[in-house]
Every structure is written in C-alpha cells, then in structure tokens.
C-alpha cells in the first residue's frame, strides 16, 4: 500500500495553473523527493497532501484513505518547513510534546516518548531550551523531532535545509537520510537542489511547470534523463545537436555541431536530428603526443579557459571545427594541475558509454 | 565605530526642536502642577506653600475617590469590550486580502475622522428616547416605553468603544500579522483543530499586540472627558469631568492639580505595570 498517492491532482489559481494535474505515489518506507525550479509548483504539492490547500480536481490518498475534505490536523503526516516554525514561546520539549498532547497520549507514554524523539534527533541535552536559544541546525532537528514523534503516515519536508549553511546542509542530508531509513519512514522531500535530490532519495520526480518531467532512480535521472528539461536542470552538460553521416568506410558517424562521435544509436537514418549528451566528467583531455588510441574518432581542441575549483578543474575548450564544451577533471593528487595552461591544444577521448542520446 | 558613533551624536542635535516642544507642553506644566497642588485655596485666594490639605480632601470628601474609581472601573470596561471587539476584527485583517484589509482598517479608523460633536450628535439621533433604534422598535409594538440606551453607562460605554476601539485593533493587527502562518499550520498539522491551534499558538503569540492595545486603551479611557459629558448625561461622573468642574466653576486650580496628578499616578502605574508583565511574557 501506498503512503502517500496523487492521482491526476491539479491545482488552479483562476487562471494560473500551479499544477498541472501529477501522478505520483510514495511507496511505504520511501524516500521521494520532488525536484525542480523555484515556482514549478512543489511547494503547492505538497500542501496539497499536507491539507492546507484543496486540489481543484484528482484524488488524493494518505495512508490509503481518500483525504477529500479531511482537514489537516486530522491527516497523519507529519510537516517540516524551511523556516522550522517552532512554536515560539514553547520549550524544545513542550513543542514536542504539543503532537502528542493532541493525540491524548497519556503523560507517562508522553515522556519517554519525547526521550526518545530528543535522542533520535541528537538533542536530549538541549530539552528545556526555549527555540531563540538554538541555533539553525538545532532548530531544524527540533522540528524534526517534532513532527517524527506523532509517528505520521509520511514525512513531508519544503525546502527543510534551504536556511542553513553549506557544511550544515550536508551534514543534515546525511543526518536525515539516516534517520529515514532507521525509522522507514515513507517521506516527501521538496528541494530546487539536485546535490541533495541525488544523495537522498530512493526516487526523484523531477517537476516543470506544474508538471512531472521524470521519474527514476537517482542514477536514471543523471545517466538517463528522458527530456532536455531534466537534462539541463539536472548537472551540468554539454547537449549539442547531432546528426547521423556516412564516413568514406561506409560506416556511420555520430556528427554532433562538427565533434565526430562513434555512431551509438541504433539507427542510421541520415535524416534525423537528435540530442546529444555529453556528461562534462566524462571527457577526458590527454597530451597531443600521448599515444593513447582508445578510439577513431580523434578530436583535437583548444583550451579556453581553466577553473580551479579545488576538488575539480574545470575547463573550457572549443573542438577545432566543432563546439564549445565543458569538461572537468577530478583533482587527483598525481596529475600535475599545471598539465595545460590558456590556448593549448589537447587531444579529447570520449568513451562511446559517455554519449547519451536524449529520446523525443 | 567610533565614525559611525560619532554621526549618531551629530544626529541628536536634530531632536532639539522636539525637546523644546517636549519642554514647554509638558514638563513645565508638569511642574506648575505638582507645585500647584501643594498649594492652599481658600475662600477663593490661592496660596502657594507646602499644605497636604487637597490630597487629604481627596481621601476624605468621599466622592472624590468614589469617582475616581468609578473612572478606573468604566475604563476597564472600555478596554475589555474593545479587546472582545477589537481581536476578531485584527484576526480577520490578517487572513483576508489587501483590499478587504484596507476597507477594514478605513471602517476602524473612520470614527477618528469625525468631529467629536458630530459623532456624539449622531449617537442622540440614534440612541435617544425618540432616536432611531427606539421609535422602530416602539412602531413596531416590540416595547411600549423607550428602552434607556442613553444617559448611562451603557451609552458612554458604546460611544467610547467605538472610537477607541481603533487603537486596540491596530496594535492587536500588527502584533498578528508578524505570526508567521507557518507557526500555525505546524500546530494545526501536529493535529490541533482551529480552535485549538487559536488557544494554543495565536493568542499566546498576539499577547504583545494584546497589552500594548489595553494599555493604550486604558490610558485613554482614563481621561476622556466630552463623550460622557454627552452620553452620560450628568448620570456618569468621571475624574476629569471633575477636573473640569473644579476648575471652571470653583475656580480651585490647587484642588484640580491635586486630582489631575492622581489620575497621572494612576496611568503611570498602569504604564510600569504593562510593560512589566510584557517583560515577564517576552522571558517566558
Ligand atoms: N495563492 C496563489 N495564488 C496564485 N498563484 C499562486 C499561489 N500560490 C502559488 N501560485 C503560483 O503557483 C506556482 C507554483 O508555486 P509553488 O508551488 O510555490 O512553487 P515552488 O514551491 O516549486 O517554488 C507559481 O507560479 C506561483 O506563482
Ligand atoms: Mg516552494
């Protein structure tokens, strides 16, 4: 059985569509998050599910049950914001006590369950604090805490790290992702960052104006995004424009904006247009004199320009009668980051499993 | 630092017009005041010294402190019946749109717009023994004699409330509108029913607007003076329409100084109180 399941919900606002009418289904003890732009319609999502606006039409179901006209305190689910939404003028542990009071959990279940909420979230020293007196990071796990002690149907969390600082971010990515499988609990995470998406989830539904672009594994959505939105939105890649040719050997090639690739579509219809992709880790920049043949289609290309970004460097190169791409190479301690410098000129391999053709 | 300091100072010299105004309007006749009211009025010759005798009188005449009171008890009931008017109209500002919002605030603020003798007059055509409410009702056979809506409390009460009334949703708006909904639909997702999540989060979270808005109330309530005049007939006596008497009729500025800084006291240590317990709240 589902958690949490959207069927054909769409949301209007007059004559702006917020969302535009999504399939989605979080399965019991999965991690979803909804990945997109700022104001493709997540957040509208999710209160959707959390009960707080009304789908215009579709069907919506948490934990297996029609929520039409259920209000939201009488939804199992449990809410997290950005902006944490302590309760102000309660204690941590008032505040997590608040869910559970509503629930007429006797005192005595009461405490050992705020214990235990407090120990899960790595707070049991911080219980008689008032919210002003944490800091984000410790806001966010109360919240957290708060909203996991009801023991909902499903965790929905907007943007939850969105106020916190890059280390802390990452920090509570992990802290969450473990948290979620120790608890199985089903969860409904919405971020515009694909870093966390990708780290997290058991399944990424990519969104664009009010609609589902993709949904997959993380590996599915960067390896194999199926429209040029998703593959643009998610990473950062080359996409060109290729066309089917016929070598002098009779053999077909793969000739994208001038770069001469191995022919790895099935077909060899000359006439059809199609997108190429090209993962910019996957290139790879070699010596001009190296001798290394790991394939025909030799390119050569000019550096244009080199960043340093201290785990990668990335670069910029122009393909000699060909485009412009991005590559990076990883920071390993033995390369000599000094390998080119502004205007070389260096060989470029490209296996044949870093093109990706995009469908459609 | 020290630059930025040094231009605040610099800045301070624009406040002098203020402080001059602030000098001449209210500390200097602050002191007339207290230096009037330790003087001695008798048989219409006013002698200026050191005498308790108009701060005994109050204590003693019997009516003077029994008004006073009945002043103290007819503002609490000013402030409480804006409060219970006033919280509804706040919370409905908040939720509804821009537009509404505005008409709204026009609506609460508009009495303050009238003249006091217009209102007041409007409140006769309305309220008196053949004003509106009475002549309908009596058309209609629902009573046989006039009901008393005005020349008692209930009238001096209504008038007040309703242009006071502006001053209580204001702050009572202000305090709402920086709640971040959010904080509620936590409440309310936790699995507080409206009610609850009002008892729990709204309320508790609007208390400052709340006391800044009985306060200000209360303050006010304490010295109004033409309403019940008006509305009050000569039923309602209030301290400062006892000011005025003593004042305009017996010519007896000492006395009149004396009550006038006791009603002062009494604001002052509602002032202290407030923002006492507004501290006690905000440690919380
Ligand atoms: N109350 C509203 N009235 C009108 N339009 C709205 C309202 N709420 C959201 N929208 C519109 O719906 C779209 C989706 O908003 P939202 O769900 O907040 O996006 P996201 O969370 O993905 O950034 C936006 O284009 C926004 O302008
Ligand atoms: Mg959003």
Known sequence: ?360 | MSLNSDQNYGALWLLTPTVLLYLATFLFPLILLGVLSFAKFEASITTLGFYFDNYIKIFSDGITLKIFFQTVRLSIYITFWCLILGYPVALLMRSCSPKIKMILLFCVVSPLLTSIIVRNVAWLLILGRSGMINDTLIQWELISKPLPLMYNEFGVILAVVHVYLSFMVLPLFGALSSINSSIEEAASSLGAPFWRVFLSITLPLSLPGIMAGCTLVFILSMGVYLTPVIMGGNFILTLPMLITESVREQYDWPYASAMALMLLLAIGFMVVLSSGLQRLVSRR
């Open chain 1, 1 to 360: 059985m589902s958690s949490v399941e959207l069927k054909s919900i769409v949301k209007k606002y007059g004559a702006v569509t917020a969302v535009a009418s999504i399939d989605l289904s979080v399965e019991s003890g999965e991690f979803v998050t909804l990945l997109g732009p700022s104001g493709c319609g997540k957040t509208t999502t999710l209160r959707m599910v959390a009960g707080f606006i009304r789908p215009t039409s579709g069907q919506l179901y948490v934990g297996g049950s029609n929520m039409d006209g259920v209000p939201p305190h009488k939804r199992k689910v449990g809410l997290v914001f950005q902006n944490y939404a302590l309760f102000p003028h309660m204690s941590v542990q008032k505040n997590i006590e608040f869910g559970l009071k509503m629930q007429n959990t006797p005192f005595e279940e009461r405490k050992d369950k705020i214990i235990d909420a407090l120990d899960l979230v790595k707070l049991r020293h911080l219980e008689h604090r008032m919210p002003s007196e944490l800091s984000g990071g410790q806001q966010q796990r109360v919240a957290l805490a708060r909203a996991l002690v009801i023991r909902p149907d499903v965790l929905l969390l907007d943007e939850p790290f969105g106020a916190l600082d890059k280390q802390l971010r990452d920090h509570m990515r992990i802290e969450l992702r473990e948290l979620q499988q120790k608890l199985k609990i089903s969860t409904l995470f919405v971020t515009h960052d694909q870093d966390e998406a990708l780290s997290m989830s058991d399944r990424i539904v990519v969104m664009s104006e009010g609609q589902v672009s993709q949904i997959g594994s993380p590996v599915e959505i960067y390896e194999k995004p199926k429209t040029r939105f998703v593959t643009d939105f998610i990473g950062r890649s080359n996409i060109l424009s290729g066309k089917i040719e016929t070598e002098k050997s009779n053999k077909t090639c793969l000739n994208a904006e001038g770069l001469k690739l191995p022919n790895v579509s099935k077909t060899s219809h000359k006439s059809e247009s199609i997108l190429v992709m090209i993962r910019p880790e996957c290139v790879l920049l070699k010596k001009p004199n190296s001798k290394n043949k790991i394939t025909n289609y030799k390119n050569t290309a000019k550096i244009l320009s080199i960043i340093y970004l201290g785990s990668i460097i990335q670069y910029k190169i122009k393909v000699n009668n060909g485009p412009a791409l991005i590559v990076t190479e990883s920071n390993v301690g033995y390369s000599d980051p000094k390998k080119f410098s502004l205007g070389d000129t260096a060989e470029i391999i490209i296996p044949e499993n870093a093109i990706y053709l995009i469908p459609g």
